[in-house]
């Protein structure tokens, strides 16, 4: 109680001293009617009331006194205190709140990203036993080795698996493009999901590999497109044009099993004949199936992988030309295993680094300024000491002034986090795939975000704490300023700044050479040439072609868009390179008959092309000829090769033409035809790869990109184009887009490397130039007096600003070099992420030295004019 | 050695005080001081409000305003039960401060 009453009195001080006032009035009233009955006249009873009483004013201080030692309300007037002073010197208040903003905001973003997309698993209860399962470091299974690995294994109580997909659904009027999971009967049981309307699918509603027309919607599906209908349940609706019903709708959090794809719906993965692509659920060697299993609470991830490795052992024994080396791995689950998992949680962890070096830099810097701070107020301090207050006393205010500043920064930088990851959490990266950061801060991270700031706050108001006790107040009060004999050794002060500047050096030199390597990966070759294209993406099968109706329809589709205005030439392919799509195969030698993986010449890039796609591409044919309309379905097997795949192969471009190559356990056998330039196939950063085409009519597939080559800016001509395809068939759901936008997907990694090594360099680089402005104008004002005297001695402008600038400026020389050799080091991982990124390019280095001068330019600009504007006659006469 | 300023022997005086007498204001409790003790203890009046004020934050005496039997408005205090306890430890401490002081004039 007694508590609740002192922090009550804090607010009602007033009400207290009225209650006291009221209290001495009674007794003085009371004693004086004792005297009258006493005897006494009523001049006199009162006079002689007042003096027993004593002095009241003494009496109401000692009262109060009470209540200050309790400490409670000390700390209230502490805090005042600390505002009020704070308010009087704006300038370091604003440095302060802004420094720890700054980096307590850039440490809640980059903490909330880590949050989400590495530490905390799938948001599913007892996400820590499930796993994906990897084979051969590459996250994709086939169906056979899937249906095999489920039922021999002991160590998971059950395994799923899952596709991801797209589809055209038509709920009645215009069909819509859809994302969704094609996910095996018991994927939301392993998961451990229940449905908020409705039901799941389950392993017991499959029946071998015959199609289930159920989906299951998702609950933002369910939202935005039935409106939040509790009906739907049961409704049939058209998926690629078949039937299927609604069996239930999934909870609102609940997005499956990756991190960063928000589907549609679920599909079981026995449809994916019927209404996907052309994944084949009875091959074995077709990997397009994503693994995730629950392990049984006793068995461990090591005891799993032996026994999923056993199974792998014998497999390959069985099917030794589908499965030779097949070897499984137990990654974390969420980010396509590792393919995602490995670059995402290295960029977000080395992040994470670069914000706690951010943080440093900031402590450093409020460090200085508070020490700077304390030694301004020495005198004031001194005064204080001398007079009686004790140290303690006022290192407790000095604290509270931190603590202050600490909760203000703290919540500036919290509240500005928050705007920021919310934007983050609607982004939409990618144009045509619907992907999501998830990094909705939560308590957690705002715990560690206070947590911080007030740790920050406080390890900065201790900076000063040897200055304050060293302090002997005769000296200061005798000469003015505090007497504190540098020691040429660097102190802790110095070492800070040395930390923050090669911070903001490995910012620098890391976010040029992201910036570099975007650059010239867009100048870079990509076998192609993205200018002046435009890109139609269709899947025939959305608006229900199947059989011979498919190719028909594509050639109509060339034939159309070459008559198009503008549109110069027309051609197709399977999948576009650098787009999300790819698919790799292994070859064989001609005259081979060991079909086992191990003994493949190459395993290359594949892709089914139309005539006419290499020129609407742009991509050089080298040797040979290119593709025909001759090549039909009857006529032999041929292929065009690339550079790298003729040289692999058969030595030389030249000898390439002509030659044969086995392909699908031999039972394909192509000829050679033609040889084309070597390109980027499936990401910027990866080695030079073999690559074949094959005629379109001889490997035909439903999925196409149709490229269209334009004489000038492609978007002149892109509704044209549109009109046209959407003249052959409206009910066909086709995206439109140049190969620039396109290209999005590909640079996005880069693209967000660069830009958050960019941002967090600025930052870095802000608080240089604070650290380094504030060092410098500190040393500056300290030696005032002795510059004003080298000045009337004679000094000139040189030897002044050597004497005021030299220790900020050999400090910044230091943090420089050594953050431009660590910068070095650390760009090697950015060389996963960014195209050629390295360090030993004469742009980033020059750039990062020049960067650091200006940053020192900028921070001791205003010391250096301070210095140099000294007047000695005016310094020696007044009192510094 | 148990706590013994002349601040504890305020405490100790007034917590004796609202024990014998029950509800008493700030000038009630000087004047039964006075009285109890023979007129020998003096103290100066005012003093008084600080040591009540503390003891009330501290719990041992709760208060209220009540009106004299002269119709007056005064603050009148009471012993808490925590307050009856803080007595007995005081009184058991001043025991040992009256037993040591005369040990100490006894020794010659």
Redesign the interface.
């Known amino acids: ?2 508590l609740f ?2 922090i009550g ?1 804090l607010f009602h001080r007033s009400r207290l001293a009225s ?2 006032d ?3 009035e ?2 003085i ?3 004086t ?2 005297n009258i009955a006493g005897g006494m006249t009523p001049r006199e009873a009162r006079r002689d009331a007042l003096v ?5 004013a ?2 109401k201080e ?2 109060a ?3 200050m030692a ?1 400490g409670i309300d000390g700390l209230w007037r502490d805090v005042r205190y600390a505002v009020r002073q704070l308010r009087r010197s704006p300038g370091f208040a604003l440095t302060a709140i802004v420094t720890l903003t700054v980096a307590i905001g850039a440490n809640a973003v980059v903490f909330s990203i880590l949050n989400a997309l590495v530490l905390k698993p799938l948001d599913l209860p007892g996400a820590r036993r499930l796993y994906m399962i990897e084979q051969r470091g590459f996250p994709m299974n086939s169906y056979p080795d899937y249906l095999d690995l489920r039922q021999r294994n002991h160590s998971f109580e059950d395994i799923a698996v899952y596709i991801i997909g797209e589809a055209a659904m038509n709920t009645g009027s215009n069909p819509s493009h859809v994302w969704m999971y094609q996910a095996s009967g018991n994927y939301f049981d392993v998961l451990g999901v229940q449905p908020y309307l409705g039901r799941f699918f389950h392993s017991s509603d499959e029946h071998g590999l015959d199609a289930v027309p159920y989906i299951v919607l998702s609950y933002d599906y369910w939202r935005t497109r039935f409106h939040s209908d509790a009906a739907v349940v049961g409704r049939t609706v058209e998926l690629n044009r078949h039937s299927y019903s609604i069996l239930g709708v999934a909870p609102p959090k609940f997005h499956g099993s990756e991190l960063m794809f928000v589907p549609d719906f679920w599909v079981p993965v026995v449809d994916t004949p019927l209404i996907a692509m052309d994944d084949d659920l009875k091959s074995r060697g077709d990997r397009s199936l994503e693994m995730i299993g629950r392990l049984k609470p006793q068995v461990t991830a090591a005891q799993a992988t032996g026994e999923l490795n056993a199974i792998a052992a014998a497999l390959q024994k069985t099917y030794p030309k589908d499965d030779d080396g097949l070897q499984f791995a137990l990654v974390q689950p969420g980010l396509m295993g590792n393919m995602l998992g490995g670059p995402i949680r290295a960029f977000v962890s080395g992040l994470m680094l670069l914000a706690g070096l951010i943080l440093l830099a900031a402590c450093a810097n409020l460090g200085s300024l508070f020490s700077a701070r304390a030694a301004d107020r020495a005198r004031e301090i001194a005064m204080r000491v001398a007079l009686g207050s004790t140290r303690a006393r006022i290192l407790r205010q000095i604290l509270t002034e931190a603590l202050v500043i600490a909760l203000f920064g703290g919540t500036a930088g919290i509240a500005a986090s928050s705007v920021l990851l919310r934007g983050l959490s609607v982004w939409q990266p990618m144009p045509n795939f619907p992907i999501r950061v998830q990094v909705n801060p939560d308590v957690g991270t705002y715990t560690v975000a206070v947590l911080l700031a007030l740790m920050s706050g406080l390890l900065c108001g201790l900076a000063p704490i040897r200055q304050i006790f060293g302090t002997a107040p005769w000296e200061v009060v005798k000469t003015g300023a505090a007497v504190t004999r540098r020691k040429r050794l660097p102190g802790l002060r110095d070492v800070l700044l040395i930390v923050q500047v090669a911070v903001c050096a490995v910012l620098m030199t890391s976010s040029l050479v992201a910036v570099r390597g975007l650059e010239r990966s867009m100048h870079s070759n990509f076998g192609f040439q993205p200018d002046r294209a435009l890109l139609v993406d269709t899947e025939l099968r959305m608006a229900g072609y199947e059989g011979d109706r498919v190719a028909a329809m594509q050639r109509r589709m060339l034939d159309t868009a070459a008559t198009v205005p503008g549109v110069q030439s027309a051609g197709l392919i399977s999948n576009i390179p650098l787009g999300l799509g790819f698919s790799e195969t292994a070859i064989f030698a001609d005259g081979a008959t060991d079909f086992r993986a191990s003994n493949a010449v190459a395993e290359p890039v594949q892709y089914s092309v139309s005539p006419g796609y290499f020129q609407s591409a742009g991509t050089t044919l080298l040797a040979g000829r290119d593709i025909t309309w001759h090549d039909g379905n009857n006529a032999p097997a041929v292929a065009v090769v690339n550079r790298t795949f003729a040289q692999k192969l058969f030595g030389s471009v030249d000898k390439a033409i002509g030659k044969h190559f086995l392909h699908d356990s031999g039972k394909q056998r192509f000829e050679v035809v033609g040889v084309v330039e070597d390109g980027k196939y499936i990401t910027l950063t990866e080695e030079t790869k073999p690559a074949f085409f094959q005629p379109l009519a001889q490997s035909p597939t439903s999925s196409t990109w149709l490229v269209a080559r334009t004489a000038g800016d492609p978007q002149n001509n892109a509704a044209a184009l549109r009109a046209a395809i959407h003249g052959l068939d409206d009910g066909l759901l086709f995206t439109l887009t140049t190969w620039h936008e396109s290209l999005n997907s590909a640079l996005f990694a880069a693209r967000a490397a660069a830009v958050s090594l960019g941002v967090l360099g600025l930052l870095g680089s802000v608080l240089a130039i604070t650290g380094i402005f504030g060092m410098a104008s500190y040393s500056v004002s300290k030696r005032f007096k002795e510059m004003g005297i080298r000045i009337a001695l004679g000094a000139d402008r040189i030897q002044v600003l050597r004497s005021a600038l030299g220790g900020a400026l050999r400090l910044l020389a230091i943090g420089s070099v050594a953050g431009l050799l660590l910068g070095m080091a650390a760009t090697r991982v950015l060389a996963f992420i960014v195209y050629q990124a390295t360090p030993l390019d004469p742009v980033v280095l020059a750039g990062t030295v020049m960067v650091m001068l200006l940053v020192g330019l900028v921070a001791t600009w205003a010391p250096a004019q301070r210095a140099l504007h000294i007047h000695p006659s005016r310094l020696l006469r007044e009192d510094w | 050695m148990a706590r013994n300023d002349l601040q504890g022997s305020l405490d100790l005086l007034v917590l004796k005080t609202l024990a014998q007498r029950g509800k008493l ?3 009630g409790v ?2 039964h001081i006075q009285i109890a003790s023979d007129e020998l203890l003096q103290v ?4 008084i ?2 040591a009540l ?2 003891m009330e ?3 041992w005496i709760g208060s209220e305003w009540a009106m ?1 039997e ?1 119709n ?4 009148y205090y009471r012993l808490t039960v925590a307050g009856r306890k803080q007595l007995k430890e005081a009184e058991e401490s001043f025991e040992l401060l009256v037993k040591g002081v005369r040990a100490m004039l006894r020794y010659a």
């Open positions: 109680m007694g009453r002192r009195n209650d006291m009221a209290e001495l009674a007794h009233a009371l004693r009617e004792d027993r009483f004593g002095n009241p003494v009496m000692r009262t006194g009470a209540d309790l | 204001h700030g000038y000087v004047q100066e009046e005012g003093s409000y600080p004020h503390r934050q501290s719990g004299t002269t007056r408005k005064a603050k």
